[in-house]
C-alpha cells in the first residue's frame, strides 16, 4: 500500500521563476492538504483541495496556487518566486467522509530559491 | 501563520529515561495529532486525539488531550536512540462544509539522546 508519494524530490530555482510541484496521495484518500516547512519551523497550511477544488486556505498570497485531479492527485504551484520561498513543501493525504481521519505526510520537495 | 506553543524547544536526555513535552494553543481544536518528524522525511503520526480528557498510548508513547481542548501533551517512557528527532503537536479544527480544517502545527521538540 503506497504512502504519499511527492515529487520531485529536491528543486532549484531562481527568483521570478515558476515552479509546479506534484502529489500522489495515499490510496483510499480523497482529500489532499499543502503545507509549507521553513527551516526550524513547524509546517505552515497553504491550502486543501477535495473534490477538485480548493475548501479551504491558508495565510499565503496568490502566487501560491493549486489544482486537484479527478484521481485526487494534486499539484502546487508558485509563480513569482522569492528567496523567502525556498522551503521544504509538504503533501498531506486524508479521507474526507469521516471526521476521525488523520492527515498522512509525504517526504516533501526541498525547494531552493537562488 | 498561527502556530501553538510548544515547549520545551529541545530536550537532551540519557536513554533509558522518560520524556515529557506539552502543546497550548488560544483557541480550542477539536483533534490533536502528534507527528515525529526525522531529517529528509516527512512528518510521521505516532497518536491522534479526538476526545477531550482522552489518553491514549501506543507503545512506549502516551498522549492526552487537555479538558479546555486548548493543550495536549506526550510523554515517552524508557527512550531509546532511535526516540531521536523532532516532535511536533498539531491541532486541527471541524471544517464548515464537514471535512476537518488544515492542521496548526508547534514549532517543535527536539530530542537529543546523550550516551
Known amino acids: 500500500d503506497a504512502g504519499v508519494t511527492q515529487s520531485p524530490t529536491h528543486l532549484i530555482k531562481t527568483r521570478g521563476q515558476q515552479v509546479t510541484l506534484r502529489c500522489s496521495p495515499k490510496?483510499?484518500?480523497?482529500?489532499v492538504s499543502w503545507y509549507q516547512q521553513a527551516l526550524g519551523q513547524g509546517p505552515q497550511f497553504i491550502f486543501q483541495?477535495?473534490?477538485?477544488?480548493?475548501?479551504q486556505r491558508g495565510n499565503f498570497p496568490d502566487r501560491f496556487s493549486g489544482h486537484q485531479f479527478p484521481n485526487y492527485s494534486s499539484e502546487l504551484n508558485v509563480n513569482a518566486l522569492l528567496l523567502g520561498d525556498s522551503a521544504l513543501y509538504l503533501c498531506?493525504?486524508?479521507?474526507?467522509?469521516?471526521?476521525?481521519?488523520?492527515?498522512?505526510f509525504g517526504d516533501g520537495t526541498r525547494l531552493s530559491i537562488l | 501563520g498561527q502556530q501553538l506553543n510548544q515547549s520545551p524547544q529541545s530536550m537532551f536526555i540519557q536513554e533509558g529515561e522518560d520524556v515529557s513535552m506539552n502543546c497550548t494553543s488560544s483557541?480550542?481544536?477539536?483533534?490533536w495529532l502528534w507527528y515525529k518528524q526525522d531529517p529528509g522525511e516527512g512528518p510521521v503520526l505516532l497518536i491522534a486525539?479526538?476526545?477531550?480528557?482522552e489518553l491514549t498510548s501506543n507503545g512506549r508513547l502516551t498522549a492526552q488531550f487537555g479538558i479546555t481542548r486548548k493543550d495536549s501533551f506526550l510523554n515517552i517512557s524508557a527512550s531509546i536512540p532511535s526516540d531521536v528527532g523532532i516532535y511536533f503537536c498539531?491541532?486541527?479544527?471541524?471544517?464548515?462544509?464537514?471535512?476537518?480544517?488544515?492542521?496548526?502545527f508547534g514549532k517543535g521538540t527536539h530530542l537529543i539522546i546523550q550516551p
Open positions: 498539531a491541532g486541527q479544527k471541524r471544517g464548515s462544509g464537514g471535512g476537518a480544517d488544515g492542521l496548526t
Open positions: 486525539l479526538y476526545k477531550a480528557g
Open positions: 483557541s480550542i481544536f477539536n483533534t
Open positions: 490510496s483510499g484518500h480523497d482529500t
Open positions: 498531506a493525504s486524508s479521507s474526507t467522509g469521516a471526521f476521525n481521519q488523520p492527515q498522512h
Open positions: 483541495y477535495y473534490e477538485e477544488e480548493e475548501r
